[in-house]
């Protein structure tokens, strides 16, 4: 246990060290993002003042401030991509990250973990300047605010898992960009990333209950910005921990027979 | 050197080194009808909710649709391709090996690259365009369509003025794989009519990154809103593009050490 934090604590450290000088292009990276919920916010706004001020039960307040705390919970769901594993393959890669003693997923869950206290930082500026342009609505409660900073790391989590999941794919074959894509154009709809899921037709919302999407980017935002119970909020962590749980195990399981089929294709 | 020649030379390389991966083709078709299936819930959402959006009925925010589909197939198979390779030789000093031909420079970093299959996209884009036009039972006059295609090859040049321009700054910065990334969230933009966003942002995205030009111009051309005036300020537009990003480029150049190689 004790080298297991040692070396988190090690990658993290470097992580921060080695992202800190390149703030300008974390910036370009943060701003480009930032465009994607503000372009939803604009026409969800639209609509909103088109009807007399709310839809689908939300004002433009409302919105403004679900699609503000989005750009944090996206920030943190951005973890090593599927397309990083393809490389990573067919380019030989992993074998040099073979050789350590240590899953070489520990490094990504690491790295990026520090890159994160990073992020978090750097979001604030942008979050007060968000704030300032479409003014949020916000009323919070403490226990919010607890299970909010819990759940962006456990949604952080929950996508390194499906991403690896999604990446290892390429173990098997190493045409996966229409795959990859398919599981954006899914996890887009069924996440609450488009739009708040309360929005969506209810059997979507039904069919988003047995998924994991959802506890990465609808479950921590409402948590914070939403009008939950505190027992809604703690299940809902509860959720994440299973999928948490459950997604590792899976992940192992995959893992060892996935490892068996690696070749290095190019290495 | 012909430049014209020398992309002809350029594409026609590229057609061939695509075309010994054909199953590329319909892999390329199926994340095309992925991004077409993911734009249509949208416009089902929103449309769920309203019978128009900002003036725009349904027809009109599909036909906005397929020039965002199509003017992104164009970007994805010659545009930024060219600009990340340039991004990579100026940081590998392999620059040199382009600067050495005897060809106009900027002509030659503009060409090197072409991904054929991303032209799917423009065919797909086309599609939803056509069936966009159906359903607005409108026809098609030959000014019309001059226009249109008039709008379409002007924001297709500022663009790539945008993205050269951009480029040029891996002269002076070196990380800047990020800038993609950034192009990438502004021209999503392009998915809605400019005119829904608030005037900072509209400003923006006329001016700064000209989304507005190479998406709503044309769409405003296939609908009928398109006049006179804006086709002549989108002509001006495109030749200020042109002036600053050649300068922006010569300036970047003479700052280019080819340091590592």
């Known amino acids: ?267 | 050197m012909n430049p014209i020649k020398l992309a002809f030379t350029y594409l026609r390389i590229g057609v061939l080194n695509e075309m010994q991966y054909r199953i590329n083709f319909f892999i390329q078709l199926l994340q095309s009808f992925i991004s077409v299936a993911t734009g249509l819930i949208g416009l089902s959402l929103v449309f769920g909710q309203v019978t128009t959006l900002a003036g725009w009925s349904r027809p009109e925010l599909l036909a906005v649709m397929g020039v965002h589909l199509l003017m992104g197939g164009v970007i994805r198979s010659i545009i930024q391709p060219n600009m990340e390779r340039l991004m990579d030789d100026v940081r590998n000093g392999t620059l040199d090996f382009a600067l050495t031909k005897p060809a106009d420079a900027q002509t030659l970093v503009s060409v090197r690259e072409f991904r054929f299959w991303q032209l799917v996209d423009v065919i797909v884009g086309m599609v939803v365009i056509g069936i966009a036009f159906v359903q607005l039972k409108g026809t098609l006059g030959i000014l019309q369509l001059l226009g249109f295609l008039a709008a379409l090859i002007m924001g297709g040049v500022m663009l790539y003025c945008v993205w050269l321009m951009v480029t040029s700054i891996s002269f002076w910065v070196i990380r800047v794989h990020e800038i993609s990334n950034l192009f990438e969230g502004l021209y999503a933009a392009g998915r809605w009519p400019v005119g829904i966003y608030p005037d900072w942002l509209r400003t923006g995205l006329t001016f700064l990154v000209p989304v507005a030009f190479a998406v709503t111009v044309p769409a405003e051309a296939l609908t009928n809103r398109l006049s006179g005036t804006s086709l002549l300020f989108a002509l001006g537009m495109t030749l200020l593009f042109v002036i600053l990003s050649r300068g922006l480029w010569r300036l970047g150049l003479s700052n280019y050490s080819g340091a590592s190689s």
């Open chain 1, 1 to 267: 246990m004790r080298r297991y934090i040692d070396f988190y604590l090690a990658s993290m450290k470097i992580a921060i060290l080695s992202q800190i000088q390149y703030s300008v292009a974390n910036y370009f990276y943060m701003i480009g993002m930032v465009t994607e919920p503000v372009i939803y916010l604009v026409v969800w706004t639209t609509i909103a003042k088109q009807q007399g001020g709310m839809a689908g039960g939300y004002t433009a307040g409302a919105f403004a401030a679900y699609y503000i705390i989005w750009t944090l919970v996206r920030n943190m769901n951005i973890v090593f991509t599927p397309y990083g594993w393809e490389w990573r393959i067919r380019e030989g890669q992993l074998s040099m990250e073979l050789m350590r003693p240590i899953h070489p997923i520990h490094g990504d869950v690491a790295y990026f973990a520090g890159w994160k206290t990073v992020v978090i930082f750097l979001w604030l500026p942008l979050a007060a300047i968000l704030s300032w342009i479409f003014k949020p609505d916000f009323d919070i409660r403490w226990m919010e605010v607890i299970v909010f900073s819990l759940a962006i790391w456990g949604a952080y989590l929950i996508r390194t898992i499906l991403l690896s999941l999604l990446g290892m794919i390429t173990f098997w074959t190493t045409r996966v960009s229409a795959i990859f894509d398919l599981y954006f154009g899914l996890e887009l709809i069924l996440s609450g990333r488009l739009v708040p899921m309360t929005l969506m037709p209810t059997w979507v919302q039904n069919l988003s209950n047995y998924l994991p999407f959802k506890w990465t980017f609808f479950f921590p935002i409402e948590a914070l910005v939403g009008n939950m119970t505190d027992t809604q909020l703690w299940s809902g962590v509860g959720m994440q921990v299973l999928w948490i749980t459950s997604g590792t195990l899976f992940l192992n399981l995959i893992w060892k027979s996935a490892i068996k089929q690696y070749s290095a294709v190019g290495g």
